[in-house]
């Protein structure tokens, strides 16, 4: 089992910077397995991929963000980040924190299918 917990989230102005962090807490897995990824969903759009890494240190982001957003994990604690900078309107979306801790290898795209635990989602409003 696990529980993601997302927190971090705000309203900030345009160019602004945010920093989302995923708690995770889980029973029967180990930390150092994971494909662990952040997803957006805005208002009557579908679900976005973000970001993602992996515990064999492979990462992908999004084309929208790619250049703009970091994503890392820490894993004394169990913590996935995604740092946020030069925040556009358009990224304005509720994110959730996603993860998969049966496998150490996240598989090509950011798939919403290949995760099997979501957080409850954080509200990310950035005003032009």
């Known amino acids: 089992q696990a529980s993601l917990v997302e927190s971090g989230g705000g309203s900030v102005q345009a160019g602004g910077s945010l920093t989302l962090s995923c708690t995770v807490t889980?029973?029967?897995?180990?930390?150092?397995?994971?494909?662990m990824g952040w997803f957006r969903q805005a208002p009557g759009k579908e679900r976005e991929g973000v970001a993602q890494?992996?515990?064999?240190?492979?990462?992908v982001y999004g084309d929208s963000v790619n250049g703009r957003f970091t994503i890392s994990k820490d894993n004394a604690k169990g913590t996935l980040y995604l740092q946020m900078n030069v925040l556009k309107p358009e990224d304005t979306a509720m994110y959730y924190c996603?993860?998969?801790?049966?496998?150490?290898?996240?598989?090509?795209?950011?798939?919403?299918?290949?995760?099997?635990?979501w957080g409850q989602g954080t509200q990310v409003t950035v005003s032009s």
């Open positions: 996603a993860a998969d801790f049966r496998r150490a290898y996240c598989t090509g795209g950011i798939s919403a299918s290949e995760y099997v635990y």
């Open positions: 889980i029973s029967g897995y180990i930390y150092s397995t994971y494909c």
């Open positions: 890494i992996d515990s064999g240190g492979n990462i």
